[in-house]
């Protein structure tokens, strides 16, 4: 008999680590000089940390969007602990809001993910100043409004990556 213990497919460990890997790509990517049209970048971290912990909730634990907050205030050179509070504070929101609802529209999703980043971009600014590093408002609002116009891509995205990276496999 094999008393081996089973190894899971590579499948799973794809799926398992697109998440992951995905919102950590994405803090990387924001700090990458990229010629915008407007000055503003969508956080795209966030976004995903959102879509995965709404489309796939048990690959986005409270405790990976943790980590990857901190590997994103690394990256971003921001105040450490900022992102590693508002992701899971993310998480969370999403899992309450997910209990809640009964149907499962695109616009409704939109409409919360929408109010939920911007709730997190007012929360943010009030921590930089709570912290002695105050912001003007504006551009957080700015990126927040361009981050939730930025949603439908970032849902459209995670998709095709599960798609072509775990399903086709």
């Known amino acids: 008999m094999n008393y081996a213990p089973s190894r899971p497919d590579s499948r799973e460990w794809r799926r398992r680590l697109i998440p992951a890997t995905t919102v ?30 709404s489309v796939q909730p048990r690959l986005m634990p409270i405790w990976a969007a943790f980590l990857l907050g901190l590997l994103h205030d690394i990256f971003t050179a921001g105040p450490f602990g900022l992102f590693g509070l508002l992701f899971p504070l993310t998480v969370l929101a999403v899992r309450a809001g997910d209990g809640r609802l009964r149907t499962r529209m695109m616009r ?12 997190l971009h007012v929360l943010a600014w009030q921590l930089f100043a709570l912290i002695g590093q105050p912001q003007p408002p504006l551009p957080l609002l700015a990126q927040g409004v361009v981050t939730a116009f930025a949603f439908p891509l970032a849902l459209a995205l995670a998709a095709l990556l599960h798609r072509r990276l775990v399903e086709e496999a």
């Not at 990517?29 to 940390?49: D, E, F, H, S, V």
């Not at 939109?110 to 709730?119: T, V």
């Open 24 to 53: 950590a790509a994405a803090s990387l990517a924001i700090t990458l000089p990229l010629p915008l049209a407007w000055g503003l970048m969508p956080n795209l971290a966030l976004l995903l940390i959102l879509v995965w912990a």
């Open 108 to 119: 409704t999703d939109w409409l919360l993910a929408a109010i939920l980043i911007l709730a």
